[in-house]
Each structure stands twice: as structure tokens, then as C-alpha cells.
């Protein structure tokens, strides 16, 4: 064999090393993303690519053999051509010319290229990996085999990414599988962990709790009124609670007449600062329906349940506001609103620019202004706003009426 043959050789082989590394680099970095939009083309490319990526070991088998036969080769030859050349001294430097060629062309180069270009570039490598994958079937075989007994294949699940997810999701309301509402509640779900448990949980002026020492006859009476299904039980005093009361546990013994300690059952506490989404797994990992919320010093908060949980995703999809944003207009100028809604909420709603460093509600921000807690049917004006109190109980008021006044 001539030189210029062999060199023209040599030349290909590199090049099909780089073919082989930049193949392996663009297959392995696609994301889920990418693949996504694969399953959606047409094109025989993308169908091939998403294909062979649901055998990756097989994938990698094909690839490894190949760009290990091209560099043995390659080096063989560029070793021979050097012998020739130089005699024995042309193995040294063919060992050392060859590694910084494969490394440079047949490795680094083609790895750089490939992780910018990785769709393109394994749609286009995609047809002949899988025509090199079926002739080498026999050895690809029998690699698969032998590390089979190395290394077992684990079957495993595969994690989303919430952008992930939301694109699966958007991709299958695009085709019909996923309803509207559907798309629109899981979309919800995903977006909990931008809440905390503070902006849902009922707070502690508005827990009904029992004392311990409530007889059973009278615990039945109050749940009655109050139609919970489950009640804080505290101990001394109201921050103090020791465990939660279920309704359907009280009507069992008044059933049967008896009278005795409550039927307390344990509860579980959980911070203010914990985000939904981490509540909602809090939720179905402990099988409860009601925690008791602490702040960062560990006093009581308020308590939050899974109802709650539930009306911030499905208020959230139907456009219906939670009980702390419930407001309503009575005319262009005058809206009734409850006091618990949010400062930020409310100057979004009413066109207002209130700003209260220390409060986080209206009815805070009322309070705050004028120094203490005003009786219902009260009116004053702080500002540009006149305010009338709608209804408020001893310790805290429940609803507004806010009129914007001109000078």
C-alpha cells in the first residue's frame, strides 16, 4: 500500500473517531426537554434518535465499539507508515503524534462541537450509528452479555424536572389527552412551592380550640355548633395545644352515654415557612388532615388543613378567590373586603398604593393606623380611604368596606 493511500486512510479514521465521540456527546446531552420535541416531529431523523435512546446501554455499546476500532486502527497504521519511515524509532513517535491527534481530533474537538449541537448532530448521526449498530450485532451482543454479568441493568425511574413536566403537560393539552382543567390544576400543583403555609393557614385569633378539661358532653355541643370535624385541644392555655379531638370520635361516646376525658389523638406541627408543595407531601406522607402551624420561636400560629390546601389549588384554576381574598364592589369607587387580605393583593385590586412596614393585611394595616381594634359598624378615614367596619369581634376584625374619597 502506497503512502498517500495510507495517509488518506489515516485521515478517515480520525475523522470516523470524531464522528463516533461527537455522537456519543450529542445523544447522551439531550434533554427531556428536546426529546419531547422530537416525539412530536415527523421526520424519520428525530424518530430514529428517540428510538435508540430508549436502549442507551445498547446505544453506548454501539458507540464505544466504534471509536474503539477506528483508533486502533488509526494508531496500527500511523505506527506502520512511521516503522517504515523511520524505523524502530517511528513507534515512539507515533504513539505520542497519534495520542494528540485522537485527542485533539478525534476526542476534544468533536465533544466541544457536539454539547452546543447536540439535536442536530444526533439527528443527522442517527442513521448511520443505527446501521453500524446492526452490523456489528454479533459482538454488541456479546459485550451486552458479558456486562450483564458485571453490572446488571437496573430498571429505573426517571425524575422530571418541573419545566420538564409542565412542557409533557402542555404538549398533551395540545393533542387533547389532557383537559383544560386538568392542565390547569397540575400546572397549580407545580407553582405551590412558590406559597407558604402562613398565606393559607388559618390564623391563631381564628382557631376554635377546646380546653382539655371540656366535659364530652359539651365538646359535643360546640363541635356541633361550629361543624368541625376536627378540633385543636389545648392544655392551660390556648398556646398550648396538645393534640386535636375528631367529631366523629365525640358523637361515638355520646352515643353511648358516657362521660370521661376527650378522646385527644396526637397532632403534628409544622413551621409557617414550609412551602405547599413540601405541606401537600407532608399531607399524604403522614395520612392527617389538620397541622397545628408554630412560628420560628415555636408558639402557636394558627393551624392549616387539607381543605385549606385544596381551595388554594381549585380557587387558583376556576379563578375563584381563597377566604382571605374574598372582596366584593359595591360601586366603582367602594369595595367590601376581608380584613385578612393581603396589603399587596389589595392595592392590586382597588388601585390603591397603601404601604405598612410592620403589617401584612388590610386589617392589620387598619389597627396599626388607628392604634387599636374598632367595633363593627365604625367609620373613620385614614388617608384618602374612608373605612367603615363591617363586622369585628373582640380581638380582630373580619371584614371592611373601603370608599376612596376625593379632597
Known sequence: MDLPLQLFLLLVLLLLSGFFSSAETAFFSLSRLQLGRMRQEKSSEAKLVVSQLQHPRRLLTSVLVGNTLVNVLAASLATSVLIALL?????????????????????????????????????????????????????????????????????????????????????????????????ETITHILELEQTTVKEIMTPRVEVFSLEESTSLSEACRLVKERRYSRVPVYRGSKENIVGIVYAKDLLAYQGEGQEGPLPVREVDFVPQTKRLNQLLAEFQGR?????????????????????????????????????????????????????????????????????????????????????????TGESFRIDQLQIKVIEAQRNRIVELEIKKVRE
Do not use: C
Request: no cysteine; proline share 3%.
Open 87 to 183: 524505523g524502530d524509532k517511528g513507534v515512539w513517535i507515533a504513539t505520542f503524534f497519534m495520542t494528540l491527534l485522537i485527542l485533539a481530533v478525534g476526542e476534544i474537538a468533536p465533544k466541544s462541537i457536539a454539547v452546543h449541537n447536540s439535536e442536530r448532530l444526533a439527528k443527522r448521526a442517527a442513521l448511520p450509528l443505527y446501521l453500524f449498530s446492526t452490523a456489528i450485532l454479533p459482538v454488541r451482543e456479546a459485550l451486552r452479555a458479558l456486562t450483564q454479568l458485571i453490572y446488571p441493568e437496573e430498571q429505573k425511574i426517571a425524575r422530571l424536572t418541573e419545566d420538564e413536566l409542565k412542557t409533557m403537560i402542555t404538549l398533551g393539552h395540545s393533542r387533547g389527552v389532557v383537559a383544560g382543567f386538568e392542565k
Open 287 to 375: 395520612k392527617k388532615h389538620l397541622f397545628v402551624v408554630v412560628d420560628e420561636y415555636g408558639a402557636l400560629a394558627g393551624v392549616v388543613t387539607l381543605d385549606d390546601l385544596l381551595e388554594e389549588v381549585v380557587g387558583r384554576v376556576i379563578n375563584q378567590p381563597t377566604r382571605r381574598e374574598r372582596y366584593k364592589f359595591t360601586d366603582q369607587n367602594t369595595i367590601r373586603v376581608s380584613a385578612r387580605m393581603e396589603i399587596e393583593r389589595f392595592n392590586q385590586i382597588f388601585g390603591t398604593t397603601i404601604e405598612a412596614e410592620d403589617v401584612e393585611t388590610v386589617g392589620g394595616f387598619v389597627i396599626n393606623k388607628i392604634g387599636r381594634i374598632p367595633t
